[in-house]
């Protein structure tokens, strides 16, 4: 995590520097820097590599050399190192909420006139507008979105017909969840739990999963401009409390904190039929198509005073101190990546959510919805999704949030002491932007 004396140095070594001279091949080709969040193996890495490799194609003008920079966080750093160091890439997928953080280093281009050039109004309407939540910022847009998902709940169809559920009827509101987690849950003659009712990873290295349950409690938990939040209020209280009590009072969940591990262990435990629901990415989508062995379903969150889920994943930013010639071909590549056809490819390859309303038309993704309807889910819960918290120095700031509910799961803290803590460090952290 970036320290605020590192910020300083990169301000002063952002003002310091010039912008780079161009980069040109051999051939007179624009060579371009693009980090990507994703390691250096596995399946993402293999078709971003195989598209980049076709726009280059496609575009003998530009070379794109794509930097696998590790997973989100690990891309930030490296990006702000770039900065820091005057040789910041030209373009980089990095995740949305770091908005601001990317603002107040002074690192990225507004995108406006681009936008403009390309078709304005009318092209950035057909991107779903949720995803363009946290990409505006002082009167200007900043990002455009590209891996883009939010949490759903999955559900093991095999074991609510076993359990005498409906499987075709997942719950829709906390009330039906709990009803149906009390079913869900077998436990052996000496009383062990060997299938759980639901998996929810609430937290991990930020508050995603549970952003989600706030908004559907009624809750905003963060200002729009970035300098507020709301960690204690009513909503996010009964959030954090509904949690607890499908661990502690129904026992219809694992105990425990909330964590990474816990994320990266949950998918596993559905595949094993451990678990019977959970919450997780649309991104794990293609995990479990391609390895569950039961027949199984995707639905919303299910809702409390409303339905709601944040959005997340990442989105194309283009770098400032670059020079003039490389941002025109930044666009250029930007454009092509997020073309109905190739944005599809990525959907349909992936599992994230489409970006598009024009990739649902497409006999491709057609094609894709026969072999898994399920991914239309996501795309159906975009017109209840909130803005993903986008403030000041985000990473900080939401783990302040992150540390406050597993301070409850393990009931180290209460939950009204946990969250007051968690918004009177958070707000000492925003005080200085106001």
Known sequence: M??????????VVALLTA??????????????KYYYPVGVSGPLNKLMTEMVGDFNAAHPDIKVEPVFAGNYVEAMAKAMTGVMG???PDVAVLDTPELFSLLDRD???PLDDMVAQSGGKAWLDDFYGAFLLNARANGHIWSIPWQRSTPIFYYNKDLFQKAGLDPNQPPKNWTEL????QKLTVRDPSGQV??????????DTSPWIIQGFIIQAGGDLADPDGKWVKFNSPEAA??????????????????????????DQTSQDFIQQKVAMMYLSTGAMTFIRKNATFQWGAAFMPGDKRYGAPTGGGSFYIFKKIPPEHATAAWTFIRWMTEPATAARWTIGTGYVPIRKSELSLPAFKDYLKVAPQALTATEQLRYAGEQMTVHEVDRVGLLLVTAVQAAQTGRLTVKA?????????????SQYK
């Open 2 to 11: 970036l320290t605020t004396r590192t910020v300083a140095c990169a301000v």
């Open 86 to 88: 005057g040789n910041p």
């Open 238 to 263: 009964r959030a954090v409390q509904f949690i607890l009590d499908l661990q502690n009072k129904y026992k219809v969940h694992p105990p425990g904190a909330s964590s990474e591990a816990f994320w």
């Open 107 to 109: 690192a990225i281009i």
């Open 418 to 430: 946990a969250l007051d803590r968690a918004q009177r460090e958070a707000m000492a952290i925003l």
């Open 178 to 181: 709990v009803a149906d987690a």
């Open 194 to 203: 060997t299938q759980w009712g639901v998996q929810i990873p609430a937290v």
């Open 19 to 32: 912008a780079a001279p161009a980069v040109i091949t051999a051939q007179g080709a624009v060579q371009l």
